[in-house]
């Protein structure tokens, strides 16, 4: 057994590949559960061994992918602090947020077995299940959600950590798709409440998902 | 995203900006205090002279001697003292260890080692500081690194210079040879192409060109007196050199502006004047000549060509040739000019023709070949100057002729000068008009050019050609210089060949031609230098953010606040007159007794008369200097004695200039309203501990006072106080209301004193004295007055007389026969007399007071009382003592309602336990950046790891006060880097161990702050103190107590060199008692030995007698820490006298040995679970989580565990622990018993030796000690809530249970390994460690540091914690306030761990638990829970919980 830390190389894509992944399940998922996009366009999927929903139109999965594959380089660097999904409605003012609240350990280290030089299958079945638990819980979570009014959209805002930002602009991931500054108004939630879902810790990372509710959400 | 603009600066709209405007009267107030204080030095100490005339020292950190002592010399010797470092008025730092940041920002200072200082002294003369510069890279080849800039436009070059770019030495070397190797094909360029592309070079010339001269004089001085220094550095060879040619200014870095002033001067130059300009020229040469050694070098008639590879006219591409040679060159150089004298001559030669190539390249490095006009221009120049320089004797240079051809195509080149931004500047050319060709001077310089230059030096206009030298030097003087950094390449001063070489003396240098030259003959010196600091642009922030950045930033500056502030001096010597007070004890007990010359008069005078009444049983006196600031300041005026007088440190009309982003009636409106709200409670009387911020003054305040003083009033006198103005109250205010009010500065000196007269006073009576301010004590005079059978009239009214005597200044005695009724009387008494509260009056005394006159009654207290109807304290005794303790809880109700009725059962205590100890800081804390606060917090906690360390305790618990600017109140408030009104914000927490760690704390520290989540710009103070002292635990107070832990205290207190030595002798006494659980028993079985075994001899106590004695490896800091918890230390047999030991009684001796023998087991005990078990010193690195089992030891053996460093020499452990020397008081020293001075001069001298491993230790022990003392402490704290919860308490909370060993933080010791248990630095630690993992350590400690999982009373599963709540809540109808309050912090802590999911639960479990509960207390528990985590939640994410 040796012990591969942040510093080693790719550890971090490591991280950035699972909860990318993750997170594109769950943006399914939760455009699914929250109904913000007609049930129809969804199909049924296994993922983490439990059942999920994803879209099937292609321009949305795109968007989604590619908001991912921006999210990604901030993720293997520790940057991003929170990954955000806002479902907002006709007037663009946030209902939902699902928070997304990633830490990742300062200082990772993980045993990584010598005969197969990859990350011991322990590892990666314990944070699956983690993740599978997140995943359930999207899945149930409108039990404690109001409904959305109807007319919803949804957007994916990512707050960063300090300078971030500024390398963002720099490195574009894919062109034509830059990260904008969110609106306050995309940002800032009147009256909200807050309804934690689920905590996961694991050695690699460690993540909170929360969903921020609007207290009044038919006006 | 959002969160990237707030970081950015916004320095011009804060307010802040004016704060130069501050500073500069503060340091210049500090200034004038220093003057006033220098003849007074020097009267006290005869030898004074003025050796350090112009040197203006500011000390940075530690020195020996100390700062003030430093002080005292400059004060005698006729210089200055900075107590802010100034850039452009400090002329050395004194510092005897830098950080290595600091090194960077002070790269081109001066800064040396004090022992210039007491040298310098010795000698007689200023040395050169040379010798004594603190690293010798110093004054290195470090030029201002042009590149950078290059591109920039010619008016951002000015602005750009200022920023330090000193980074590059090599690379600006180059860049310059370059340029000077181009050929300067393009001499006819027209003037404005050249602008552009020189815009980067023409920031250097202008640098240069401010400092040169000056400085050079004053350095060259100092470097004469040695100039043999072996120095490699170009700094140090031209003090010899500038023997040689004593008109050049020598001094290397220096030197360099002259160069650069050169090509300024050339290019005003018409051409017809080329060959006539041999000032110019040669200044430039002379620096070369430093550098160069005459062998490398031929001279070459012309520069461009004499080098291979400057010669050669080269393109920019073969900079990168250049660079490496002319770098070599230059160290050849140096070394070369070191040697000989001759060989310094040639090599001046050489290097004017060198220097010619390389200084004006200096400049431009890249621009070379862009810029062929301008190089040549200056290499002309440059061989101009040789021609000079040939003239003097030199044998190398082979021909001066060839020069002047040279010289001749500069004038060709001189057109194209102009264009450089240097050639703008007004100085420049002046010079060269005024020195060499006045007349010819046909055409006065571009006036385009100037602007540039009069940014830095604003009165300059260029001149019609001056008429003569001396005018020219007259209106230079005047102009700010600024330095460049050392570059030993430039060397314009020279231009002169008839003085400088032959004169060695810098006097002759300001004959100088160069008008470049006559600028830098300002008449002071030190002006010259602090241009320099200007110039350098270590701190690339804009001048006014500089005090910011630095405010925030440098290391230094709390402690240097601390340092500084003169209220916080009088603070601490409160803390001064009690370590006096227990000295007089001790010294006392020391001596058998002590004389009390007071006491034996007043025994006297009764014998005469005769003996009246006996006094009362217990009297306790309370003695209180009758407005002491005010009467202290005019005890030498006569004039001022019964007017309005108030101490401020305004002395102005009262008013001032408001500043902008200041709104003062805002703030009045607040305060007036928060005032009213309160109720008044004005104090009567009291000095300086009264004078609180703003508030409460304030409702004097007029609607108009918007630009009266805001100076704080210390104190008034009684005069003054009748017209209504109260102590606090800002000066502007006060003058409104009494127009005739008098101001008296601050003088410390004498307020420190009169204190001490008056203490003395006291303490020739009794040494029951407490102090509790500088002018405020209490006496516990019933013995005395029992011995003397007097009353207690006449000995207040003879201490009295005693103090007016012996201090000019009248004292206020109010006596009574508790503290409480002695304060009180002696408001009765004050001003100037004495008041006996006799107990039959007391009722009546008391009832008409108001509560707010009672000590602990608060203006907010008064108002809660208020509330309930109660002014008086005769209301107040009308109130049941529940309900008082009802509302303010069970202590303090108590103790209300016992000081209404005048009961007080307080001790008059010489000495006190501290209860916390904390550091504070709500004056111009003004952040921009979260590291700046973040820097801040650790620094502040440094200064309580300082505090705490120097009174020799650990604390646990955190608190975080902060101060934020309350939301809409004004950025900027009235008073100059006040606070403003604020929101009082405070958030605690425990550590698991006690501590005295800065980093520990600081780290704790940062992420409080961070969970607070505020705005970093609208911090306006931070304060931060530690509580649950280990000090305060160990030993509880008893009235006897002090004399047994006295002299220990003294020690630690007073002498912190010895105190570490002197506690290792106590902890290498193995303790019997060492298990909290022991303790009491223990303790019953081994009486106090100190107090049995002092006695006797009063030299026992001192065990540093045998300190030297090669102890067990137990010996270490953590032994050290451990052990001072303990209440009773045996000193082990080896430092026992046995005579001694033999006068015991028998019980008391058997005790002790029994205790012996008790440890000897332990020892061997421990030792074999240790030895084994301790490591190398390597692999303890490595493994450093190898603590024998912890189960196996008793707790208190925790000390052993420590692992020992088997390498080490015994000593290692105390050497590590030893203050630096210069801290050392040396009095405190001198007082020290021999043997214990010689064990610490050999203990320093040994460290010396044994630094380098020393220092090796200390980066290892802070990971070993984290672990040990946390295994230890956590045990122990455990145990002890077992035995020490109060009875009540006890069995009632589960959550105070000891719980089952599954969850408990026992378990967690026996698994050191789980990370989550133990602390930040373990659980790094723990981690397989590698090699870099563990250089990660430090660094992310301080970031990251990774919080140990949340555990409500130990248990963090969630199970676990259900049954824990169940269990509490079914069991207990009533639940505990403490309790609740710890649940609280669980479920806080758990939102800061972002475990919201198992807040959640917790907070539904509890919900569905308490709401069910039968007792509806339990529900208001709920909602008061639920309050105060929706609150945290709130706060953290900006919504609340959804509670379903």
């Known amino acids: 057994m040796t012990t591969l830390t942040r510093q080693d190389l790719n550890f971090g894509q490591v991280v950035a590949d699972i909860l990318c992944e993750f997170l594109e399940v769950a943006i399914h998922l939760i455009l699914y559960v929250r109904e913000v996009y007609p049930s129809g366009i969804f199909q049924k999927r296994k993922k983490y061994n439990v059942p999920v929903q994803m879209s099937c139109h292609p321009e949305l999965n795109q968007y989604i992918h590619d908001t991912l594959h921006c999210v990604k380089p901030l993720i293997e660097k520790n940057d991003a602090e929170k990954v955000v999904v806002v479902i907002m409605d006709k007037e663009h003012h946030p209902v939902e947020r699902f928070v997304f609240e990633i830490s990742q350990p300062p200082l990772l280290s993980i045993r990584v077995d010598n005969n197969t030089s990859a990350i011991s299958d322990t590892l990666l079945s314990h944070v699956e299940q983690l993740l599978r638990a997140v995943i359930l819980k999207i899945s149930v979570c409108d039990a404690v959600l109001e409904n959305n ?67 009044q959400k038919a006006s | 995203m959002s969160r990237d603009g707030r970081r950015k600066r916004d320095r011009d709209d804060n307010g802040w900006a004016s704060m130069g405007g501050y500073m500069a009267a503060k340091v210049s107030k500090l200034d004038e205090q220093f003057k006033m204080d220098a003849p007074r030095e020097k009267q006290k100490d005869g030898a004074c002279s003025s050796i350090f005339a112009g040197v203006a020292i500011y000390v940075n950190g530690y020195t020996d001697p100390s700062a003030d002592e430093l002080r005292r010399l400059m004060m005698l010797h006729g210089g200055l003292f900075h107590m802010y470092y100034s850039r452009s008025k400090t002329t050395h730092i004194i510092t005897t260890n830098l950080p290595n940041s600091k090194i960077q920002e002070l790269r081109d200072q001066k800064v040396v080692r004090p022992e210039w200082i007491t040298d310098s002294i010795k000698a007689g003369h200023l040395l050169s500081y040379l010798q004594y510069q603190l690293y010798a890279k110093q004054k290195g080849l470090t030029f201002p690194s042009v590149c950078v800039r290059q591109g920039q436009e010619a008016a951002g070059l000015i602005h ?58 004053p350095l060259s001085g100092d470097l004469n007196p040695q100039p043999s220094h072996s120095l490699p550095l170009a700094s140090h060879l031209n003090p010899q050199s500038r023997h040689f040619s004593p008109g050049h200014c020598f001094l290397s870095p220096y030197s360099s502006n002259h160069l650069y002033s ?30 160069q050694t005459p062998g490398p070098i031929p001279a070459h008639p012309s520069h461009e060509h004499s080098k291979p590879g400057h010669a050669q006219p080269q393109s920019s591409l073969s900079f990168s040739n250049h660079l490496q040679h002319s770098y070599r060159d230059l160290d050849f150089r140096l070394n070369g000019s070191l040697l000989t004298y001759d060989k310094m001559r040639t090599a001046q030669i050489n290097w004017v023709q060198e220097g010619g190539g390389e200084d004006p390249c200096s400049v431009r490095p890249t621009r070379g070949a862009t810029d062929p006009p301008l190089t040549n221009g200056h290499a002309h120049p440059v061989n ?37 931004p240097l050639s703008n500047s007004p100085l420049k050319s002046d010079p060269p008009k005024l020195l060499h060709s006045p007349p010819r001077n046909p055409t006065p310089p571009p006036v385009s050019h100037h602007r540039h230059h009069e940014q830095l030096a604003n009165e300059q206009q260029p001149k019609p050609p001056p008429p003569t030298y001396q005018e020219a030097t007259a209106a230079l003087a005047s102009r700010p210089l600024v330095l460049s950094p050392p570059k030993p390449r ?84 409160r803390s001064e007159f009690s370590e006096y007070v227990n000295t007089l004890q001790s010294r006392r007990r020391a001596t058998g007794g002590a004389t009390f010359p007071g006491r034996d008069r007043l025994k006297r005078q009764r014998r005469e008369g005769s003996s009246a009444a006996p006094g009362p049983q217990s009297c306790i006196l309370h003695v209180d200097m009758d407005c002491f600031f005010v009467s202290v300041g005019i005890r030498h005026r006569p004039d001022l004695k019964g007017k309005p007088v108030a101490v401020t440190s305004n002395r102005g009309p009262g008013r001032v200039a408001q500043r902008p982003g200041v709104d003062r009636q805002l703030e009045l409106q607040y305060y007036q309203r928060k005032y009213s709200h309160a109720g008044v409670s004005e104090r009567k009387d009291g000095d300086l501990e009264e004078m609180t911020s703003a508030e409460s003054h304030v409702s004097h305040s007029h609607p108009d006072t918007t630009c009266l003083s805001m100076a704080e009033i210390a104190s008034c006198s009684y005069e003054a106080r009748q017209a209504g103005v109260r102590n606090g109250m800002f000066f502007g205010q006060a003058k409104q209301l009494c127009p005739s009010l008098q101001s008296v500065p601050y003088d410390f000196q004498a307020y420190k004193e009169v204190a001490l007269a008056m203490y003395e006073t006291l303490a020739s009576y009794t040494h029951n004295i407490e102090a509790l301010s500088c002018d405020e004590a209490l006496v516990d005079c019933s013995a005395l007055l029992a011995e003397l059978g007097a009353t207690p009239e006449e000995l207040a009214s003879a201490i009295r007389t005693d103090v007016r005597e012996r201090t000019g200044c009248t004292a206020s005695v109010g006596m009574g ?62 109130v049941s003592l529940q309900q008082l303790q009802k509302e303010f809880g069970p202590r303090t109700g108590q103790t209300l309602f016992r000081f209404c009725r005048g009961l007080d059962d307080r001790p008059v205590r010489s000495e006190k336990e501290r209860k916390s100890v904390s550091a504070e800081m709500n004056y111009n804390v003004r952040f921009t950046q979260v590291d700046e606060a973040e820097s801040f917090l650790t620094n502040l906690s440094m200064e309580v790891q300082k505090r705490l360390q120097g009174a020799g305790l650990r604390g646990r618990r955190l608190t975080l006060k902060v101060m934020v600017r309350k939301v809409g109140a004004p950025v900027e408030p009235s008073k100059y880097g006040g606070h403003g009104i604020c929101d009082n914000l405070a958030r605690s927490v425990t550590l698991a161990q006690s501590t005295d760690s800065g980093q520990l704390i600081g780290s704790e520290v940062i992420k409080l702050f961070h969970s607070m989540r505020l705005e970093v710009q609208d911090l306006r103070g931070v304060g931060l103190q530690v509580q649950l002292l280990d000090g305060a635990h160990s030993a509880p107070y008893d009235p006897s107590g002090p004399k047994t832990r006295s002299i220990r205290d003294m020690l630690l207190a007073q002498r912190p060199p010895t105190q570490h030595n002197h506690t290792d002798l106590l902890a290498d006494a193995p303790v019997a008692d060492s298990t909290t659980n022991q303790g009491k028993s223990s303790s019953a079985r081994v009486p106090p030995p100190f107090s049995t075994l002092r006695p006797p001899s009063p030299a026992d106590p001192i065990p540093g007698t045998s300190k030297e004695e090669p102890l067990p490896s137990t010996r270490t800091p953590n032994h050290v820490r451990t052990r001072l918890n303990l209440s009773i230390e045996v000193p082990s047999p080896s430092q026992v006298d ?37 490591p190398h010193p390597s692999s303890l690195l490595s493994s450093p989580s190898s603590p024998p089992t912890p189960a196996a030891l008793p707790v208190g053996t925790l000390v052993l565990q420590i692992p020992n460093q088997p390498g080490q020499p015994g000593s290692t452990g105390i050497i590590l622990e030893l203050p630096d020397f210069s801290q050392v008081d040396p009095e405190v020293f001198a007082a020290l018993p021999r043997e214990l001075q010689e064990e610490l001069r050999s203990a320093y001298s040994r460290r010396e030796t ?110 676990d914690i259900r049954t824990l709540l169940r269990e509490w809540v079914t069991t207990i109808s009533e639940p505990m306030e403490e309790d609740i309050l710890q649940v609280v912090k669980y479920c806080t802590d758990l939102i800061e761990d972002k475990d919201l999911e198992k807040l959640d639960l917790v907070i539904k479990y509890m919900k569905r638990l308490m709401q069910q509960s039968v007792e509806s207390v339990w529900s208001m528990a709920f909602d008061f829970i639920l309050d105060n985590v929706q609150v945290v939640v709130q706060q953290t994410y900006g919504s609340t919980l959804k509670i379903t």
Request: with cysteine; glycine share 6%.
């Open chain 2, 1138 to 1174: 046995r005579s001694v030991l033999d006068a015991l009684p028998a019980e008391l001796r058997e005790q002790v040995e029994r205790s012996w023998t008790h440890r000897e087991k332990e020892r061997s005990h421990n030792g074999s679970h240790h030895r084994p078990s301790t």
């Open chain 2, 384 to 420: 101009g100057a040789l021609k000079p320089l040939d003239l003097s004797p030199n044998p190398t240079l082979p021909t001066d002729t060839p020069l002047n051809p040279d010289r001749k195509s500069t004038g060709g080149s001189v057109s194209l000068h102009p264009a450089s």
């Open chain 2, 262 to 291: 050169d090509p300024g001067h050339i290019p005003h130059h018409p051409p017809s004047q080329g060959q006539a300009k041999p000032g110019c020229i040669q200044p430039l040469a002379p620096a070369d000549t430093h550098l």
């Open chain 1, 149 to 215: 009014p109807p007319g919803c959209t949804f957007t994916v805002l990512v707050h960063t950590r300090e300078a971030a930002t500024r390398n963002m602009e720099k490195v574009q991931v894919i062109k034509d798709f830059p990260w904008i500054v969110a609106d306050e108004q995309e940002v800032h939630m009147q009256e909200p409440r807050l309804i934690p879902l689920k905590t996961m810790t694991s050695d690699i990372v460690k993540m909170q998902l929360y969903v921020e509710e609007r207290a």
């Open chain 2, 817 to 878: 026969s508790n503290i409480l009724l002695a304060r009180m009387a002696t408001r009765k008494a004050k001003p100037d007399g004495q008041y006996l509260l006799r107990s039959e009056e007391v009722d009546d005394f008391i009832r008409d007071h108001r509560v707010t006159s009672l000590p602990g009654v608060g203006r907010s207290m008064g108002a809660k009382l208020a509330s309930l109807g109660v002014r008086s304290c005769g209301d107040l005794q009308q």
């Open chain 2, 1250 to 1359: 044994a630094q380098a491993q020393g220092i090796i230790m200390e980066q290892r022990n802070p990971l070993l000690q984290l672990k040990q003392v946390g295994v230890g402490r956590v045990k122990r704290r455990y145990k002890k809530k077992n035995t020490n919860s109060s009875p009540i308490k006890k069995g009632l909370s589960p959550l105070k249970r000891p719980h089952p060993p599954g969850n408990s933080p026992a378990k967690a010791l026996q698994h050191p390994l789980r990370p989550r248990d133990l602390s930040n630095g373990l659980k790094l630690e723990n981690g397989p460690s590698t090699s870099s993992l563990k250089q990660d350590v430090p660094e992310t400690l301080s970031k990251f540091t990774p919080r140990p999982e949340p555990t409500l009373a130990g248990a963090c599963d969630f199970t």
């Open chain 2, 490 to 573: 430039q060397s314009d001063s020279p231009p002169e060949k008839p003085l400088p070489l032959d004169n060695p003396n810098r006097s002759t240098s300001p004959v100088r031609l160069n008008g470049s030259h006559h600028n830098a003959f300002t008449p002071n010196p030190a002006p010259l230098e602090t241009n320099n600091l200007s110039a350098i642009p270590s701190n690339p922030a804009t001048p006014d953010s500089d005090h910011q950045s630095v405010l925030a930033k440098t290391g230094g500056i709390i402690s240097e606040f601390y340092s500084h502030s003169r209220l916080h001096h009088i603070s601490t010597w």
């Open chain 2, 160 to 217: 750009g210079q200022t920023q330090p770019s000193h980074s590059l030495p090599v690379p600006s070397l180059n860049n310059l040879i370059p340029v000077l190797n181009n050929p300067s094909p393009s001499l006819g360029k027209p003037l404005s192409s050249h602008h552009t592309p020189i815009s980067s070079h023409s920031i250097l010339h202008i640098d240069n060109l401010l400092p040169q001269p000056n400085q050079c004089n």
